[in-house]
């Protein structure tokens, strides 16, 4: 895969991206199905569709682990705000407490 095409890839979605290593594993079965039955010119070819279904898998796994960290950042940011919201009423309660005293 040429960098142009990587970089077109890598703006894929997961979806799309799963779609296409549908398509490589379909194409690589065939490739070695003809290669065992001698009709293959060019080998290399299997090692290339190898090489980029295992880019494509590498895109797959970096997009989920990218939205797995989003998704705890998020939640670790919102249970920030409540446990601030918490500590700004209890502040509020014990002032006010204090100064009816």
Partial sequence: MKKNQLNETKGLSVKELLEKTVVLKKEIADAVMDKNMNKLKD???????????????????????????????ESQESSKKAENKIKSSKVRTKKGEKTSS
Avoid: G, P
């Fill in 43 to 73: 080998l290399k070819t299997i090692s290339k569709k190898r090489k980029d279904l295992a880019q494509i898998m590498t895109l797959i796994r970096q997009k989920e682990m990218l939205e797995q960290l989003e998704s705890r950042v």
